[in-house]
């Protein structure tokens, strides 16, 4: 039964609508890898800073089906590369981003300069969340 509602977005939105660790799942060959990434959730997606020629990414450009888990979370979603951080078409959800990872955006890590520094939204398919003894689905 599906019955994700308003009060599952706001679920979402508190519990992920800041810097939030997540597992990310990709698949190569039948073989699944998976990893923590910082994620950002807004309006049914995940949103995270990555390298354009890493193994996720490598990955999600042959098959954009991910898996995600977090906070009694787990859900499936489409991988989309929405390209360099810095493109102007990037400008709103890259601020978002700056304001959600601000304690740790610019130690280094990320070069901003560098146009395979991008944003990868993982647009949610379908997902089950828990919160106090109610099922959420998508």
Do not use: C
């Amino acid at each position: 039964m599906k019955n994700w509602n308003n009060q599952a977005e706001k679920i979402m939105a508190e519990r992920f609508g800041k810097d939030t660790v997540i597992s990310l799942a990709t698949i190569e060959d039948g073989v699944p890898y998976v990893r923590y990434v910082n994620a950002f959730y807004e309006n049914g997606s995940f949103y995270t800073i990555t390298y354009g020629l890493s193994n996720k990414m490598k990955h999600i450009e042959v098959n954009p089906v991910v898996a995600i888990a977090g906070e009694w979370f787990t859900a499936h979603g489409k991988g989309i590369n929405l390209g360099y951080f810095g493109k102007p078409e990037n400008a709103l959800i890259a601020e978002k981003l700056r304001m959600a990872f601000s304690e740790w955006i610019d130690n280094g890590h990320n070069d901003f300069s560098d146009v395979n520094t991008i944003i990868l939204q993982v647009e949610l398919t379908d997902a089950v969340l828990l919160s106090h003894g109610t099922r959420y689905e998508r």
